[in-house]
Every structure is written in structure tokens, then in C-alpha cells.
Nanobody, 115 residues
Framework: QVQLVESGGGLVQAGESLRLSCTGS????????LRWYRQAPGKQRALVAS???????DYSDSVKGRFNISRDNAKNTVYLQMNSLKLHDTAVYYC?????????WGQGTQVTVSS
């Protein structure tokens, strides 16, 4: 019943901005930690940002200062605002709801940054 649906990906030029959305169902986002991961070609899936039930946020070093994670409780949605995009930000971005095992994952949304 738990579902995560990402949206907002696309093709942008370096230096531009993009906002990703992850809308959840089957759980209450404000009561859970939610995370954004990304997977670039030939690389492992990596944690990008997280937000806890209390609103605390954390970011990977590669995106710190450029990305912002936030939550809209009324919409049960978590966002990833991506600014000053760089070529190496190109990846499939996934929303994740952690659990003691593998957690729940969305299908991902492609972000491609061009020069």
C-alpha cells in the first residue's frame, strides 16, 4: 500500500534550477524520515538529502549549499529544490522511505544537466 511517486525531472542547463517532488501514500510523511537518493550511470545509488519527522535536514557534501529538502504535510509530499545544477548532478533521483530492511522506493525521475 505504501507508494512513492517522484516527478519534476527533466533536461536543464548547468547553472539552472529544478524542483523534484515525491508524493507518498499509505503513510504520513510528517511522521517519518524521508530521503532523496540518486544514481548516476556507472555509480552506486547515493544519499543526497534527508528530512526527519521533526524537520531536521541533512545533505551530502556534493550538494550542500545548492540543494534544499522540504516537506508539505498537507500534500504528503517531500521536495528537493536543486539550484546551481552541475553536470555531475545528472542521475535518476529516487525518493526513499526507510524501514528496518530495504525501505520503500519510488520509480525515480531522470535529471539531466547539459552544458
Amino acid at each position: 500500500q505504501v507508494q512513492l511517486v517522484e516527478s519534476g525531472g527533466g533536461l536543464v542547463q548547468a547553472g539552472e534550477s529544478l524542483r523534484l517532488s515525491c508524493t507518498g501514500s499509505g503513510f504520513i510523511a510528517r511522521r517519518n524520515t524521508l530521503r532523496w537518493y540518486r544514481q548516476a550511470p556507472g555509480k552506486q545509488r547515493a544519499l543526497v538529502a534527508s528530512i526527519t519527522s521533526s524537520g531536521s535536514t541533512d545533505y551530502s557534501d556534493s550538494v550542500k549549499g545548492r540543494f534544499n529538502i522540504s516537506r508539505d504535510n498537507a500534500k504528503n509530499t517531500v521536495y528537493l529544490q536543486m539550484n546551481s545544477l552541475k553536470l555531475h548532478d545528472t542521475a535518476v533521483y529516487y525518493c526513499n522511505l526507510p524501514n528496518p530492511s530495504t525501505g520503500y522506493w519510488g520509480q525515480g525521475t531522470q535529471v539531466t544537466v547539459s552544458s
